[in-house]
């Protein structure tokens, strides 16, 4: 069983945020709900479409579908969806620039996946790594945000009272340490994060001897 990597000093960077304290944001980030449930696929072909969702259906993916680059960003799959898809370069653009295009469009982590229209084993399981990645990422992303947000009720993901983080300071204190904070999670939580997410939780959950 893949156990949370222990709070050492060599992972451990920083010490604004209290141990135990480290230990609720993230059982909180284990305990999230998935949050990457669905996907775009941009192409103008439907046999592609078709054969791809065949190919991915144990992923549990909702998919959407946009036939060209224009009709992707007139739609509302750019701001609903973080999960994205093409079949190579399309005529209007290339991925390249799609990929800039949706870096202007949403600030909140996303994968833009480029395979082939014969795509193999292979596209599949990189296009599945990208995604448990970044359903982590979004987790981590989520809490650390309502950690830092003294607006949002941290009862609601079991994190100490928001009147604690006066202590930082300065908002560029805060910046500081809210990036110390995702680089720690992703730390801790990256290996293996799918099977960490639904096997850790007990691991995590476990009363310490004494406790």
């Keep these: 069983m893949i156990t949370c990597s222990p709070l050492t000093q060599d992972i451990k960077k920083f010490s604004a945020i209290d141990e135990d304290v480290l230990e609720d944001i993230t059982k909180s980030v284990i305990n999230q709900p998935r949050i990457i449930n669905s996907a775009t696929i ?3 072909s439907s046999s592609f479409f078709d054969r791809w969702i065949k190919n ?3 992923f549990g993916l909702t998919y959407f579908r946009s036939a060209s680059c224009h009709d992707f960003l007139r739609s509302s799959h750019l701001l609903n969806n973080h999960l994205f898809v093409t079949c190579g370069d399309l005529p209007e653009c290339s991925t390249e620039s799609l990929q ?3 870096t202007n469009r949403i600030s909140a982590p996303f994968h ?3 395979t082939k229209p014969a795509f193999g084993d292979s596209d599949i399981e990189q296009f599945n790594s990208a995604r448990i990645d970044l359903d982590l990422a979004m987790r981590i992303n989520k809490i650390t945000n309502a950690f830092f947000n003294d607006e949002i009720s941290d009862l609601k993901y079991g994190l100490i009272p928001s009147n ?3 202590a930082f300071g300065h908002h560029a204190r805060k910046l500081e340490v809210r990036k110390d904070l995702i680089d720690y999670l ?3 939580l990256s290996e293996s994060p799918e099977d960490f997410l639904e096997s850790a939780i ?3 959950k476990t ?3 004494g406790s």
């Design 207 to 209: 009363p310490k001897r």
């Design 56 to 58: 991915t259906k144990s």
């Design 112 to 114: 833009l996946s480029k």
């Design 100 to 102: 800039q295009l949706i």
């Design 186 to 188: 992703k730390e801790r």
């Design 202 to 204: 007990q691991e995590i």
């Design 42 to 44: 941009i192409s103008p």
């Design 164 to 166: 604690r983080l006066h």
